[in-house]
């Protein structure tokens, strides 16, 4: 791809509406999985640029065990905190540039394709890329990605699949010349794996490049071995990924009811025949209304009539899908933009336990539904020329990048977006958490400052939701214990009773540690209750064996129950089983700190489990006393 091509004007123009939409946003604060992911996670606080602090960053990421530990993305964080601490401004510019580059990316790959014999050569491909480029990246919907600041995994992600995804097309245009290409084919492989070390969603860089196959490349090539190569090739590839996620993936991730959802597997799957029309309306209409963020009040599809928009959502999907087969000689562009759509959503609308929604999904996917739109308008014929439809493109411009400056402005102020939020979706728990969150911190620590009271009143109808977490329990026990008033015991019988019976999201686990760090530091809360929280969570989930070595930390340090916290750290050891260097910094650190019976139950569990067995168990010493 020569650069040479680039329009310099067209480039300055995109950078400087794009940035000129999202810099009012760059002032907001941290939002949702920001506050575990940066805030609260220690291990990205890092204060000096050494290989040390970044390898710890790296391997931060808490879910890395099962979606993938993003070691770039976490890298990128630390880097962040060592010249700004905590300030999200810097945070959201680093997500501003790496979006801006994006834009560049899109615009020249979108170039490529246009200029393409099979999509009309190179008589639009200037004006139609630089619109749709400029569309995608002021497109309002973006404003969620790309100024929340965790969602630089997404886009950061993006980044290495485009670059990889323009050296697929160079290298497949010089082999439809008879060209050699192998090192730009080569290069994909690379800048994948940089991807997935960013976001795993860089996975599905194969089903983007058969839709380029599929649509406008044909597999060609100059020499018909090598055509024949491809269509084996891909046809092979398909046919082992279709029997691995047939054999392997569904029978491993396929459940009646995940225990972290209140849906299961098929309950999944249908929703998402909702929500994937749901995110096209984002696109086409995007309307402030249209935008929530926050989706946990969206209640699971329980069958293709359960609602009934479940089988017409399902209907569209599968017109769509037929559309761009039938279509995709006469007007690849269109298929094109379809199946990108629909590859984008592979991984998230699949049966993987994930949320039902989030709007950082759509963030290649809204480039397909533009090119599949901007065929469309290519084809309308007008008898007075194409002036009335550069008119009608700049409207929508003007119209969209408005729409996305008043997102971007209330993104750029907590209490404005947090009051936004809760507004507009008052039957979200996460957006009621958030608003009392922000009054929470305009107290500025004054104890009988009314915004205690607004925070609490928040916190209280937060919690009775349906299907709230206990995020807003746990805010309003602290906002109150902080303030040294009475700790309701209702408000503790209906934490652990949602403990007990309800779904236990990542959410939960969170506000439990949140309720023992606080315990840490001094906060004067019910033990009985925290630690029948915390049992009533062992009883019904497994959690990696730090987690029961903390809880056993409290039991032992501040409540004083050695007989419980035997029982944690055996816990702790039953858990570290595939961790068997943890397992021996437990031992090492109960010793350390005098601990000696809960090391010896600790080793001894050990030892029946045939783990450090080098590690003789001491014996008792009686003459200094009980421990």
């Not at 065990?65 to 010249?83: C, E, K, N, Q, Y």
């Not at 996460?430 to 922000?438: E, Q």
């Not at 050891?573 to 090391?599: I, K």
Request: glycine share 8%; with cysteine; hydrophobic share 50%.
């Amino acid at each position: 791809m020569k650069l040479i091509h680039l329009t310099p004007l067209w480039v300055a123009l995109m950078l400087l509406v794009a940035a000129a939409v999202y810099w009012p946003g760059l002032s907001g604060g941290f939002i949702f999985d920001d506050v575990s992911t940066i805030v609260d996670n220690e291990r990205v606080h890092a204060t000096a640029l050494n290989a040390e602090s970044l390898a710890r960053a790296a391997r931060s990421f808490e879910p890395g065990g099962t979606l993938g530990s993003r070691p770039i993305a976490m890298a990128s964080f630390a880097v962040d905190h060592v010249f700004d601490g905590l300030d999200p401004w810097r945070y959201k510019l680093i997500g501003l540039l790496v979006h801006l580059a994006n834009t560049l990316l899109i615009f020249v790959l979108i170039r490529h394709v246009l200029s393409l014999p099979a999509v009309g050569g190179q008589a639009w491909a200037l004006p139609a890329s630089g619109a749709i480029a400029l569309l995608w990246a002021i497109h309002p919907l973006q404003a969620s990605t790309v100024l929340y600041v965790v969602q630089r995994m997404e886009t950061l992600s993006l980044t290495f699949v485009l670059l990889a995804l323009l050296a697929y097309l160079r290298g497949r245009s010089l082999q439809q010349r008879g060209r050699r290409a192998w090192p730009w084919l080569l290069a994909c492989l690379p800048l994948v794996g940089l991807g997935m070390a960013a976001k795993e969603s860089a996975v599905l860089f194969p089903a983007y490049a058969l839709a380029l196959e599929l649509t406008i490349l044909g597999f060609a090539a100059a020499d018909r071995r090598t055509a024949r190569v491809w269509r084996i090739g891909y046809g092979a590839a398909v046919a082992v990924a279709t029997a691995t996620f047939l054999f392997v993936v569904v029978p491993h991730y396929w459940s009646d009811g995940y225990l972290t959802r209140d849906f299961g597997t098929a309950e999944r799957l249908l929703t998402q025949l909702r929500v994937l029309p749901l995110y096209l309306g984002q696109i086409l209409l995007p309307l402030p209304g249209s935008m929530p963020f926050y989706y946990d009040h969206l209640a699971p599809s329980r069958g293709l009539l359960d609602p009934a928009s479940t089988l017409f959502g399902g209907l569209l999907l599968l017109a769509l899908l037929t559309a761009s087969f039938t279509l995709r000689r006469r007007a690849p562009l269109f298929a094109l933009g379809v199946l990108w759509f629909f590859a984008a959503h592979a991984l998230t609308s699949n049966v993987v336990a994930l949320e039902l929604v989030f709007e950082h999904r759509n963030y290649f996917a809204l480039l397909g539904v533009l090119l599949a739109v901007a065929d469309g308008v290519r084809r309308i014929p007008l008898q007075d020329g194409p002036g009335l439809k550069y008119v009608a493109v700049a409207a929508i411009i003007a119209g969209f990048g408005f729409l996305a400056i008043i997102r971007s402005s209330t993104w750029g102020n907590p209490f404005l977006l947090a009051t936004d939020l809760a507004a507009r979706n008052p039957q979200s728990a996460r957006a009621s958490a958030d608003l009392a969150a922000v009054y929470l911190e305009m107290t500025d620590g004054y104890p009988n400052s009314p915004f205690n009271d607004f925070a609490m009143r928040e916190f209280e109808r937060g919690s009775r939701l349906p299907g709230a977490s206990i995020v807003s329990d746990q805010g309003l026990i602290l906002t109150a214990a902080q303030a040294g008033r009475p700790v309701k015991e209702e408000w503790w019988l209906r934490l652990v009773d949602k403990v007990k019976r309800g779904t236990l999201s990542p959410e939960t686990t969170g506000a439990l540690f949140g309720l023992l760090q606080n315990r840490y530091k001094g906060v004067p809360l019910n033990d009985d209750h925290l630690i029948d929280a915390f049992i009533a969570l062992f009883e019904r989930t497994s959690l990696p064996p730090y987690s029961y070595a903390q809880f056993g930390d409290y039991v032992l340090t501040k409540v004083g129950d050695e007989a419980l916290a035997d029982q944690v750290f055996k816990l702790a050891m039953e858990r570290s089983q595939e961790h068997p260097d943890y397992a021996r910094q437990m031992v090492d650190v109960l010793r350390r700190e005098g601990h000696l019976r809960q090391a010896r139950v600790a080793l001894k569990r050990a030892h029946e489990l045939n783990m450090l067995t080098d590690i003789a168990e001491e014996p008792i010493d009686h003459s200094t006393g009980p421990e």
